[in-house]
Structures are given as structure tokens and as C-alpha cells.
């Protein structure tokens, strides 16, 4: 992903979400991996575009710009067996 580019197509979100770690991916593609332990309390999904100041990962659009709005087109959560 190329920072601050306006993007005319919906794009694949994925977060596996293990007992050790945390792995974002885009398109497929794995972009980040938080490892540390993890909580075992209830949890849900939020929806949002916040990023810490100089960004969480390095190619996502620059977060001093916006606000731009998101579409979600649809949601799909399911356990790895």
C-alpha cells in the first residue's frame, strides 16, 4: 500500500489471533505480527481508521491525513479448528 493514495476498490482485512500472537494481514499479505501474551477475557471487534502518531505499520497511508470515511462490505469471524 502506497501512504495517502485514495483507493477505488474494497481491499481483504484478516487478523489471526492466536493464544501467542496477533497477525494483521492485507490483500493476503502479512503486514504485522504482535506477539505477546494475550488476554483471555471476552473480546469483540471495533471498526476504525486511528493510528498512533507515525503509524502502526510501515505502508499504510499517512495518518495525519483525513478524515476519510470507511465502507465495510462484509465481516466474516470463524474459530480455527
Given at each position: 500500500m502506497?501512504?495517502g ?7 481483504t482485512?484478516?487478523l489471526?489471533?492466536?493464544?501467542k500472537?496477533?497477525?494483521?494481514y492485507v490483500?493476503?499479505r502479512q ?16 471498526f476504525g481508521q486511528?493510528l ?8 499504510f497511508?499517512n495518518?495525519?491525513?483525513g ?6 462490505d462484509?465481516?466474516?469471524?470463524f474459530k480455527?479448528?
Amino acid at each position: 500500500m502506497d501512504g495517502g493514495k485514495s483507493y477505488k476498490k474494497f481491499l481483504t482485512y484478516g487478523l489471526q489471533w492466536t493464544d501467542k500472537n496477533y497477525i494483521w494481514y492485507v490483500e493476503g499479505r502479512q503486514v504485522h505480527k504482535l506477539s505477546r501474551p494475550i488476554p483471555s477475557a471476552p473480546m469483540f471487534i471495533e471498526f476504525g481508521q486511528g493510528l498512533p502518531e507515525g503509524g502502526l505499520l510501515k505502508d499504510f497511508p499517512n495518518p495525519k491525513m483525513g478524515p476519510e470515511p470507511m465502507q465495510v462490505d462484509w465481516v466474516k469471524v470463524f474459530k480455527i479448528p
